[in-house]
């Protein structure tokens, strides 16, 4: 997880214009929605396929595929959410207190610091809770996944995280859109998110008689 994480990181550093939604050497907005996209679906699932593939050879079974599931969306929820909500509190206080004008200002580009606090001091809260939420279906999306993932490592067909790689794209098409500011209104955004997560519900479910009908690898 942790390697995949810096890997994506490392790859983002390299193609990305640091500061705003674009790739170096374009401003072509469908490029960075089509890269931003692509490169989760694929860091992700790819992720996925090794982990089950060579690093948990005796847990393929549906309780393990929930339990990575879980795991992978939990740990990036704890990382998107928590730390997220941690560093808001905290500049909420530098800037109150007029410490952030001091000390974190003056190291920041032109303009970047008050971008920072107009967001911070006008965002509603309610903004907050809806992070939260796109968090919890996020990880049911990936539990979904990683389900499917599996499948394919037990029936050794690689098609499946294929599958996943453009399932995940298509999830991460909309969100980027709203970063690129192509698309502006965040209800629709969390609406669709919403779709995706009753669909993974009940993939969830259907998938299981798979896992139980012998599904494991010839």
């Keep these: 997880k942790i390697m995949k994480k810096q890997a994506e990181k490392a790859l983002h550093i390299a193609v990305l214009e640091p500061g705003r939604p674009a790739l170096k050497g374009t401003d072509s907005v469908w490029l960075f929605v089509l890269y931003a996209a692509l490169a989760a679906g694929v ?12 690093l948990l050879k005796q847990h393929r079974g549906y309780g393990d595929g929930l339990s990575f599931g879980l795991g992978h969306g939990g740990t ?112 629709v955004v969390e609406g669709v998110l919403l779709i995706w997560a009753v669909a993974a519900v009940s993939f969830i479910r259907r998938i299981k008689p798979a896992f139980e009908q012998g599904g494991e690898e010839r």
């Design 76 to 187: 990036e929820a704890v990382l998107l959410g928590v730390v997220g909500a941690v560093n808001v509190i905290v500049l909420a206080s530098l800037i109150q207190s007029g410490s952030f004008d001091k000390t974190i200002a003056p190291s920041l580009p032109a303009g970047q610091a008050e971008l920072i606090k107009e967001q911070v001091l006008h965002t509603p809260f309610a903004m907050y809770v809806l992070g939260g939420l796109e968090r919890l279906f996020a990880l049911t999306v990936h539990v979904a996944l990683s389900l499917l993932v599996l499948l394919g490592v037990r029936q050794r067909q690689f098609r499946y995280v294929l599958y996943a790689i453009l399932l995940h794209t298509a999830m991460d098409v909309l969100p980027a859109l709203y970063q690129a500011k192509v698309v502006k209104n965040i209800w």
């Design 43 to 54: 860091f992700e699932e790819l992720g996925r396929y090794v982990g089950f593939r060579w």
